[in-house]
C-alpha cells in the first residue's frame, strides 16, 4: 500500500534516471560523446525537437492533442524561404524577394492562423481533435508538395537568406574548439523558461490544469475552457512555425519531406517527460527531460554507427515504452484515488 503511494511521484522523475544512465552509456561506448562538438549537436538537435514539444505540452496538459505540428513545421519554414529568394535555379523560389523580417512575421502568422482554425474547429465545430489535427497534417503536407512540386527551396548562397538562418544557424557564443552556444539552444532555453512560469505561476496555466484533471468542474468554477483550448492550439501553432524558422535555418534547403515523422518524436518526448495523455499533468521540466533524452540516444546510436533500420525500432521501443509508463501513472493514481476514497469512507461504517 505504501509503495503504491510513492509509483506515481517515482514514475513522474523517472526521466532523469534514465537520462543519467544513457549518458553513461553512450560515455563507455564512444571516447567522442563528452566533447564539446558532441554536446552542442546533442543540444542543437533538442532546440528543434523542444521548441515543438512546448507547444505540445500546452495542448497535452489541456486533454488534447496536435497531429499537425510537424506539417505545420515544414510550411513555416518554407513559405519563410520561398518568400524571400529569387524563382530561378538554383533557389527556385516564389521571386517575390521579400524583406526576410517581413517573411518571419508571415511564417509565425501562418503557424498562428493554423492553430487558431484546429482550435476554432474542435470547440465551436465540436469536431474531434483526432480527426481534426490529423486531417490538417495531411493538408499542410499536401500544401508544401503543390509549393514544392519535388524541387527543394535553397536560401544557400543568397546573401538576404542569411538573416533567415540566423536563428538556427549562427552561435551566439563560440570559442573554437571550446565551447559554442547555438542561438537555436538559447532560444529553446526561453522558451521552456517561459513555459515554465506560465504553468506553475500564472493563472492561465492553472486553469490549464483544471481544465485537463475536470473539464466540467473547470467550467462549473467560471473557466472559459473553449477560449483556452483555442488559445494553447494557437500557441502551439506558433512554436511549431517557430521550430520551422529555426529547422530552415539550420538545413539551408526546404525539401517537401520536411519535419515528416517529428510528430512521433514529439509525442514521445512529452509523454516519457511525465505528460499526461489523459490531461491535466506534468511539467516542463519533465518535458525538457523527454527532449534531451530522445536527442541523447539519437546521437548516441548516431556514434555508435547503429544501422539505421535498427534505429527506427529504437525509436519504435521508445514510443511503447513512454505509453507503457503514462499507463503507469494513470493505473496507479486511480488505484491511490480508490484508497484514499476507501479510507474516507471507513470512519463513517464502523460509527
Known sequence: MQLSKHVPALLDHLIWVILVAVFIFFMTQSP??????????????????????????????????DLSTESTLGLAGLIGMFLIVPATAPHWGGGIMLNPYISIVVLLLMGASVGYIIGALI????????????????????????????????????????????LGHKALFEIPGVIKIPVAVVAT?????????ILNHRRFGRELYAIGGNRQAAIASGIDADARVRQVYVLSGLLAALGGWMLAGRVGSIQANLGEGYIFTVMAAAVIGGISLQGGRGTMLGALGGVLLLSTIDRGLNLMNVNVFWVKVIQGLIIMLAMFIDAQRVRFRSFEKVSHDAAGEQPAASN
Open 32 to 65: 567522442v560523446f563528452l566533447s564539446s562538438t558532441n554536446i552542442t549537436n546533442i543540444l542543437t538537435a533538442a532546440a528543434i525537437l523542444g521548441i515543438l514539444v512546448v507547444g505540445q505540452t500546452f495542448v497535452l496538459i489541456t486533454g488534447n492533442f
Open 123 to 166: 470547440t465551436i465545430g465540436k469536431m474531434n481533435n483526432f480527426i481534426v489535427t490529423l486531417a490538417m497534417l495531411l493538408i499542410l503536407r499536401g500544401l508544401i508538395m503543390a509549393f514544392t512540386k519535388g524541387t527543394p527551396i535553397s536560401g544557400l548562397g543568397f546573401a538576404p537568406a542569411e538573416t533567415y538562418f540566423w
Open 189 to 197: 532555453a526561453a522558451v521552456f523558461i517561459i513555459g515554465h512560469i
